[in-house]
T-cell receptor, first 119, second 109 residues
Framework: NAGVTQTPKFRVLKTGQSMTLLCAQD?????MYWYRQDPGMGLRLIHY???????AKGEVPDGYNVSRLKKQNFLLGLESAAPSQTSVYFC??????????????????FGDGTRLSIL | GQNIDQPTEMTATEGAIVQINCTYQ??????LFWYQQHAGEAPTFLSY??LDGLEEKGRFSSFLSRSKGYSYLLLKELQMKDSASYLC??????????WGAGTKLIIKP
């Protein structure tokens, strides 16, 4: 019963370095999301995916890229890390029943988060 | 713009009842979620409301008034383990979740 697994859990980067955050889910969910959570602010959607091979931009996509090559995995990349990207990153997934509106009302299941510091 | 407002912090006593309010202004409405988040952990789903009224789940209840853009989460018989942040989120017309900043609930013995 792993659910949603994120790796790594912690990472410290220097400005300009690149890295990839991995999210894996074993619930056969269609939808996957990447959020960032900063103090005093709500979760903000970076990118999301409605199925294998498809991705879309969320509220704060700049500086990030994503890929969904396999249904169970959703990767978040930082090409050139900046101090403003210091945050806690959460991956989430949700179920789609027969597609369409009903799928969107299913609760999202979250991973434990990745705490990323950019120096 | 879209906006979700919740109190930043609330304090309550073990065994008591607390009500956490959430008001929203969003482009469209397709339901409202409440999540619980313990410090350093992931958010976990508590409740979903799409129609007006009260939904009860054990010690937790959630209320929605769409005409007022208002919801509350009611926690009864508070326990120390209920100390956490409570996040309100609205599904907008694009079926994107818009999140409030969360309410940190402190339970005192």
């Amino acid at each position: 019963n792993a659910g949603v697994t994120q790796t790594p859990k912690f990472r410290v980067l220097k400005t300009g370095q690149s890295m990839t955050l991995l999210c894996a889910q074993d619930m056969n969910h269609e939808y996957m999301y990447w959020y960032r959570q900063d103090p005093g602010m709500g979760l903000r959607l970076i990118h999301y995916s409605v199925g294998e091979g498809t991705t879309a931009k969320g509220e704060v996509p700049d500086g990030y890229n994503v890929s969904r090559l396999k249904k169970q995995n959703f990767l978040l990349g930082l090409e050139s890390a900046a101090p403003s990207q210091t945050s806690v990153y959460f991956c989430a997934s949700s179920y789609v029943s027969n597609g369409g509106e009903e799928g969107y009302t299913q609760p999202q299941h979250f991973g434990d988060g990745t705490r990323l510091s950019i120096l | 713009g879209q906006n979700i407002d919740q109190p930043t912090e609330m304090t309550a006593t073990e065994g008591a009842i607390v009500q956490i309010n959430c008001t929203y202004q969003t482009s469209g409405f397709n339901g409202l979620f409440w999540y619980q988040q313990h410090a350093g952990e992931a958010p976990t789903f508590l409740s979903y409301n799409v129609l007006d009224g009260l939904e009860e789940k054990g010690r937790f209840s959630s209320f929605l008034s769409r005409s007022k853009g208002y919801s509350y989460l009611l926690l009864k018989e508070l326990q120390m383990k209920d100390s956490a942040s409570y996040l309100c989120a609205v599904l907008d017309s694009n079926y994107q979740l818009i999140w409030g900043a969360g309410t940190k609930l402190i339970i005192k013995p």
